[in-house]
């Protein structure tokens, strides 16, 4: 493959593309119809339904940074197909056990945490794929084709599950999900690029491997003794530690608060994704207009005010805002996500791939349940308003550690490297132009 060859002829890469597209809408059903069926059916509480987002994330602070050593250890594509199927049998469960009246808020939580251990393991291995299935100068084409996918999902799924829910029921509506993960293993299965199978027990040097936990410990050095990497993640981890003490319990100050219907939320999730789409479409022109550091950091400024929105809603009238939160939200995160994304695949190497996004998203994805506790506390012991407002107040942080790291110095994507660079960050000491021009993340 060479640089001017679009990724829409690349075969197994519109494998890859087709199982994310058909993943993705039928997450969009299950992101609604879980946290409905505790609220409504199972009548959950306010900590009950935080709980249930809290136990979700709980993996990723359990096994991502053992994920990250096992996933340099093997072939990638196995196991994202048993990710896939492994969610689709929990998911399942949830329609059978409504039809069989025996449904309760513990199946929840154990679906909620089984899934979100095998979503670890999938997720570490599809972001250390995509650089062995393309080449790597198309890392931002390929990631941008994804943000495109998950985009259309989120733009259209919420309105498509809200309705869907609303015609079969939140558990049947969950089935859906289960069938779309069974596709997605499908394709998935159908990539024919030949991936380097690696060796358990000796290195890419041809030295003996060292044991789990010094794999780990040397993932963990090398994102925290980069301070690209270092300003990235504290940044990250900051932002999805508020936005979740704003949103864990969004879908109950939805409808106990706000009144409104799951169709109603399904449109304004609808019509909030659209800002994600636009931010898709752009994201990659953004970098080459403005910097790629300024990017970044004004994609992540940008999802402050997101959070803002929503707890600044009247409850007369809320729509508008909440209408308005998602465009501003979306757009910000799904910049920010391609570019930084795209950044941290390009300057690691190939055998360091998966420790890294292991270690980052141990780091930014830890702090979600976290944030959910907190947002779950204060809304069960003061109110559901107070969460939304000290999410919203406290996003404003997460810019920090962009601005006292050497990332908003970055002008372009830096060359790929290889192997040869094995542990150590590469240099990237800025050099600007003369007319430089003066938020859930990944």
Known sequence: MTQSRSLVRHADFLKLWTAETISQFGTQVSLLAIPLVAVTILQATAFEVALLGTIEFLPFILFSLPAGAWVDRLRRRPILIVGDLGRAVMLVSIPVAYALDVLTIWQLYVVGFVAGTL????????????????????????????????????????????????????????????????ASAFFVSLIRRKEPTPDRHVDEHGQAREGLRKEVAAGLRYVLGNPYLRGIAGATGTSNLFSNIAFATYIVYAVRELGLSAA????????????ALFGAFTGNRWSGRFGLGRTIVGSMFLSAPSVLLVALAPKSSPIPFLIASGLLGGFSSVVYNINQVSFRQAITPPT???????????????????????????????????????????????????????????????????????????????DLPADAPSVVQR
């Open 264 to 275: 109603e939320i399904g449109i304004v999730f609808g019509i909030g994704n659209l800002g």
């Open 119 to 182: 979503t670890v393991f999938f997720d570490v291995s599809y972001q250390s794929y995509l650089p062995s299935l393309v080449d790597r100068d198309q890392l931002t084409e390929g990631n941008s084709k994804l943000e495109i996918t998950r985009t259309i999902a989120q733009t259209a799924g919420p309105a498509l599950s809200g309705g869907l829910i609303g015609l079969l029921t939140a558990p049947i509506a969950i089935l859906l999900d289960s069938i779309s993960y069974v």
């Open 352 to 430: 360091m791939q998966g420790r890294m996004n292991a270690t980052m998203r141990f780091i930014v994805w830890g702090t979600i349940p976290i944030g959910g506790i907190i947002g779950g506390i204060i809304a069960t012991s003061v109110s559901l308003s107070a969460a939304l407002w000290v999410g919203a107040m406290g996003s404003f942080l997460a810019v920090i550690p962009l601005l006292i790291t050497p990332v908003h110095t970055l002008v372009t994507m830096p060359e790929p490297v290889d192997d040869a660079v094995d542990a150590g960050p590469p240099d990237l000491t800025p």
